[in-house]
């Protein structure tokens, strides 16, 4: 059986398993994120601030216009002190099939009022062909209304690492067989899969499968390197007092293209395992 193990280092919660690294759960300045996310031959996939979106953080959940204010690029606007989301609980629980974390999130403007507050579940565990990270983000109300604003600048989103996106000689390929942002941006599909080279002859990457009830939405893929699953795409959310709306998906960090990996595999398995 795999033993799994948390070292702790200033706001990382790094996972081990059987002595190697998996995937670092995080509070950044703004906002928490997991990084970075490794395939089974230590690859990693993810990679955080790079220099055209400093806001975009290895995997992330944020939004742009909660009640006018934006925790998606709190840097951007100019503000002291900006927005930030912060981690107020971490329960971490460890068992022989991975390390489930269940967080509590306050989403503080900047006079530090709680705007909206978030239940995070992030499940990490090694497979023999692929680490899986499984997020569950479920965002809720106080006791007032909050209007989370159309915009296609939200939702659970990953950043690849610089080396795999298609500038840099990888490939975006969804379920259907279309290919890169001009096939696959603003597509519903079952699954979008980002692959690349590695290193001079090594190619991992990282597939997202959305958990029923995040999926039939249009993906927001571009050839720079982000992937995004958001029902905020084309259509704002209110939600009521004391409402919740839950938005959730499996990363899968693999190794090799998409073909070589099966990807269309392991999106299977992941519909059994998830009675879906």
Request: aromatic content about 10%; hydrophobic content about 40%.
């Amino acid at each position: 059986m795999p033993t799994y193990e948390i070292r702790e280092l200033q706001h990382q919660l790094k996972v081990y398993v059987d002595g190697h690294y998996l995937a670092a759960v995080q509070q950044g300045k703004f906002r928490p994120y997991v990084h970075p996310v490794l395939t089974p031959r230590g690859h990693a996939v993810t990679q955080i601030a790079p220099a055209d979106h400093l806001h975009h953080l290895g995997i992330w959940f944020a939004h742009e216009d909660v009640d006018g204010v934006n925790f998606w690029a709190p840097e951007s606007q100019g503000l002291a002190p900006p927005p930030r989301m912060v981690v107020a609980s971490t329960d971490v629980e460890l068992g022989a099939d991975g390390v489930v974390f269940r967080q509590d999130v306050n989403w503080l403007d900047g006079g530090g009022d709680v705007r909206l507050t978030d239940r995070r579940v992030i499940w990490v565990a090694e497979r023999p062909d692929h680490t899986l990270v499984d997020v569950v983000v479920t965002v809720s109300a106080g006791d007032r209304a909050v209007r989370m604003g159309q915009t296609k600048e939200a939702g659970l989103a990953v950043r690849v690492a610089d080396q795999i996106d298609v500038l840099d000689g990888g490939r975006i390929v969804n379920a259907d067989g279309q290919e890169n942002e001009a096939a696959t941006f603003d597509q519903v599909s079952a699954w979008v899969d980002y692959s690349g080279p590695v290193t001079r002859s090594e190619t991992a990457g990282i597939a997202i499968f959305p958990h029923a009830g995040s999926d039939g939405i249009p993906w927001f893929t571009r050839d720079y390197g982000p992937m995004y699953v958001s029902p905020w795409r084309h259509e704002a959310i209110e939600l009521p007092p004391f409402g919740s709306r839950s938005v959730g998906a499996r990363f899968a960090a693999h190794d090799g293209t998409c073909d070589e990996a099966d990807v269309p595999r392991l999106y299977a398995e992941f519909r059994a395992e998830s009675g879906t």
